[in-house]
Structures are given as C-alpha cells and as structure tokens.
C-alpha cells in the first residue's frame, strides 16, 4: 500500500510566510501618490477642474462696502424718473478709499440710447470732457462704476448689462454697477442694489466652475436676494455688495430742510386777478354751505339728538366748512 500522504512542511523564509508590515509612513506615501495621479488624471480630462482654488487656500475677504452720498442718490432717482419707461444710465465719481470701501460723492449722465429692457452708451469722447469740465470745478474724483435704472422690473443684471460692467472691469477690476427702481421706489424705501462679475471673461462665455463670491461684511443691511434676480443669474455670473448711506451733519441738515417752507413765503403777494378768482370761488363755496346749512336747520326742528345723529351720519357739516372757509378768507385778504 502507498505511505499515508503528509502535508509538504513550509521551510523558513518560504511564500507561505506573511510578508512583514510596512511602516505607517510609507502607506501614506503611497496613497498620497495615488491621490495627485488621480487628480492629474482629472485635470487632464476636465481641463477647468483645477482652476478654482485649493480647498485649504485662503480666500480673499469681499468685505467691501459702497458708501453713497445723498447728492449721488437723489440725482440717481431724479435722473431714473426723468426716464421713465425708459432706462437711463450715468457713471458714478468717487475713491477706492482702501480694499473694502468705495465711496461714490457725485454722478452725471451720458449720452446713451436706452430702451424699455437696456441702455447703452453712445458718446465715449464725452466722459473724458465732462471729468475735464468737473476737475475744473472742484470735483477731481476717479470714476468708481456707473449706474442704470429699471424701471418697474428690479434690480438685477442683464446680458447687455454684463457686457457693459464687463468692459468698466478691464479698466478696473474694483468698478461697480449699480441698478436703482425709481418705480417701485417709495418713500423711506428705495430699491437701489450693487453689482460685481464674479468670472473675468463676463457672464456670457462658459465660466470656469468658480466658487461664487459672497459678501460677508457686517456692515449695512444684508437683505435677501429676489428670485428674480436669482433668475437672472445672481451668485453665477455677478454678486451684491453692501450699499452704505454716507452723510455729515451739513447734508443732513440741508436734507431736512428741502421741503420747509422759507420765511420770506409769508410775505410774498399773488397777482390780484388770482386772487381776485379766489376770492369769487370761496364766496360762491360760502353761498351754498350757508344755503346747506339753513336747511339742516330747518330739517332738524322737532327732532330728538339721537334721530339728528343718525339723520346726519356719512354728510358734510356745512356749519364747520364754512368757519373754516371763512377763517382763510380773512387771513389770505389780511396778507395780501
């Protein structure tokens, strides 16, 4: 019979043995080598992967703030009102003060060819004469950006818009646009927005997939971005920046007393024939409150409170429009 088979016995240092453990360091090596070989393999394949920064890199602070003046803001909504239904546009004077503040003191309007959705400028000879003409009078300031209006449809940047911010950026990289409403723009309200291009070449061409800019000062009001403007590719293709109002103690003062009545109104006469007709139109408003108010009397003669309350609820007083009346009539005659 053949001898009972035996398992061969492993010599020392066979295959059999396990291989011995590496370092630590060494693993690391290799995966880090494994990881920048893939992501060159990426990169080869999908050139604008790696354009953006490394995950690690600091980025750079957008805290910037654009200070307004009140000259700047009313004649941004008076030149926007002007306009309406068409859009207008101007640029806008002022300093980069440092890297997160831009100060806008005065603005003009160009000559453009605006229509109800876009404006453009026309005349590019006419900003150098007009800087000429303003450095003359005092005003040396830098252009920061220009300013376009919407009217009725809120802010936001459209194509031509991006292709007009585009070639302020290749002038300087800091310039701002700025869109105000003067339609939807109240009273203690006004819907005024700034704008930046977060890519080089514009909105228009394919961005390379960069992170969008977000401003993160905590200064100024950080309102909620409109759907709409979202739409329009708001965090895409541009950003907001936070619009500061900047006034000194002057211009506030001025402010408040734009619409006071001076101290020479009192003394000022009109011509007499319109007072003249004045005065006609009152007597004859007199007339017929004193004929109104003869027959209230006579409707109210043996008539209970309460019946007269109710018989009167919803009607002119004649009796107190005609004090009144007569009250102004002498005061006007008096000072004329």
């Not at 992967?49 to 654009?66: Q, R």
């Not at 005609?322 to 008096?334: C, F, H, R, W, Y």
Request: hydrophobic letters at 35%.
């Amino acid at each position: 019979p053949p001898p009972p088979h035996r398992p061969p016995q492993p010599s020392r240092g066979s295959a059999a043995d396990p291989p011995p453990a590496r370092p630590a360091a060494a693993v690391d090596r290799c995966g880090s080598a494994t990881m920048q070989r893939l992501q060159q393999l990426l990169s080869s394949l999908n050139p604008g992967a790696g354009a953006g920064p490394a995950p690690d890199a600091p980025l750079p602070d957008t805290a910037e703030k654009v200070q307004i003046s009140s000259l700047s803001l009313l004649k941004m909504l008076k030149h926007g009102r002007a306009g309406v239904p068409m859009e207008v546009m101007g640029l806008m004077l002022g300093a980069f003060v440092d890297e997160y503040t831009i100060t806008c003191v005065d603005v003009f309007a160009m000559p453009q060819h605006g229509t109800g959705v876009s404006v453009e400028a026309v005349d590019p000879v006419f900003q150098q004469i007009m800087l000429d003409m303003l450095r003359q009078t005092g005003r040396p300031e830098m252009v920061v950006g220009w300013y376009h209006s919407h009217p009725g449809f809120g802010c936001w940047l459209s194509g031509v818009d991006m292709n007009t911010q585009q070639s302020f950026e290749q002038l300087n990289q800091r310039a701002v646009a700025v869109v105000v409403d003067p339609v939807q723009s109240v009273k203690g309200k006004v819907v005024i927005d700034a704008f930046r291009l977060i890519s080089p070449t514009g909105g228009q061409m394919l961005a390379l997939p960069q992170e969008p800019r977000q401003t993160t000062s905590v200064v100024g009001h950080l309102k909620r971005p409109t759907i709409q403007a979202r739409i329009h590719g708001l965090d895409r293709h541009y950003y907001s920046l936070v619009i500061d109002w900047r006034k000194n103690e002057l211009e506030e003062q001025m402010l408040m007393n734009l619409n006071k009545d001076r101290w020479s109104k009192g003394l000022t006469a009109r011509r007499f024939e319109d007072h003249q007709k004045s005065n006609e139109e009152v007597v004859k408003k007199m007339a017929a409150l004193a004929r109104d108010y003869h027959e209230r009397v006579l409707a109210e003669e043996g008539k209970t409170l309460e019946e007269i309350e109710v018989q009167n609820v919803g009607k002119v007083d004649p009796k107190r429009h005609l004090e009144q009346d007569v009250a102004d009539s002498m005061q006007q005659n008096v000072l004329q």
